[in-house]
């Protein structure tokens, strides 16, 4: 759950207003699949709390499954105070509550094991443990079962601080064992250790990574199957808030690898991937035209609408 201060250019020890948003990029990527029309089930937990039952009844809203979200009768929800200065930082204080808390007994395997594609896109999994082992673990099931994997490490700086290496070393770990790579161009630099776009690729291809995509904000996405690379564009828009945006270009993206028939496939199809990216481009573009990640997320409806206009 976050809490964003609305007061403008303070600390929080000066701010006094606060805006209730339901957070957590795997919540918005389940939410990006519903609302275009694919299946997407939601897999956590939070506390038995208000705020848990706000997220809860959030997904619900945009027909995300919810029946493996786990609601802790003792932990609280996970909370997140966050303002903005006006150079650009930011004050930020974390409550780590009930996610923490996910263990593999709390998992449906049987419903985990009929999907077709597994998506891993938590910020605070790996920062401790049992969460970061739930996590780990999973991924190495499904890549034994054979399942598509999907893994976006969502760095958040203020979340490792002093710790960096440790994020990188569980991120290599799931990279390794991943069909599918979401990272921004920051993320990438701080797990191979270079600005170069190309050498970094190449470092995550060898760990195991079959499909690359490199965000790049206004300027796409670099993607790569490694036969191939290239930068595909987005389209124009004014933007007004990027939140979930990333979120929402993971969503498009595995909402239209979910309709491939086989989909392990698409691996060396490079003009197959690249329609799909691009498709995804336009959809996190069309995040940042309104306020919000859930909220802004638009549904299929509204892609075709936008689309047709193109």
């Given at each position: ?131 970061c ?75 195991g990574?079959?499909i690359?995509?490199v965000t790049?904000?206004?300027?796409g ?37 979910a ?14 991937l690249?329609?799909?990216v ?21 549904s299929?409806?509204?892609v ?7």
């Open positions: 759950m976050d809490f964003f201060c609305t007061d403008i250019d303070v600390d929080l020890i000066e701010g006094s207003q606060f805006l209730k948003s339901a957070g957590g990029a795997p919540a918005n990527v389940s939410a990006a699949i519903a609302k275009l029309g694919g299946d997407a089930s939601f897999s956590g937990k939070v506390g038995k709390d208000p705020f848990g039952y706000f997220l809860k009844q959030t997904l619900e809203a945009v027909n995300v499954d919810t029946s493996m979200l786990v609601m802790d009768e003792k932990a609280t929800t996970t909370l997140a105070f966050v303002s903005l200065k006006k150079n650009g930082d930011r004050d930020f204080v974390f409550h780590r509550g009930a996610d923490a808390l996910l263990t593999l007994g709390d998992i449906d395997q049987d419903k985990v094991s009929q999907s077709k594609i597994l998506h891993f896109g938590s910020a605070t999994a790996m920062l401790s443990n049992p969460f082992t739930t996590y780990l673990n999973l991924i190495s099931n499904a890549k034994d079962e054979g399942q598509f994997i999907s893994f976006d490490p969502n760095y958040r700086g203020d979340l490792w601080a002093g710790r960096s290496h440790v994020f990188v070393t569980f991120a290599k770990k799931a990279i390794a064992l991943s069909d599918f790579v979401k990272v921004s161009d920051e993320e990438l630099e701080i797990i191979t250790g270079t600005k170069d776009y190309e050498e970094g690729v190449n470092i995550l291809h060898a760990l990574a079959e690359i995509a790049l904000g206004k300027r996405t670099l993607l790569s199957n490694g036969n191939r690379n290239e930068i595909v564009e987005s389209i124009p828009v004014t933007s007004i808030d990027s939140t979930g945006a990333g979120d929402a270009f993971v969503g498009a993206t595995l909402f239209r690898l309709k491939t028939e086989h989909i392990k496939s698409i691996y060396k199809d490079f003009e197959q690249r329609d799909i691009s498709y995804a481009n336009k959809i996190g573009a069309l995040v940042c035209t309104k306020i919000g990640a859930i909220e802004a997320l638009p299929i409806k509204e075709e609408s936008s689309m047709y206009q193109k």
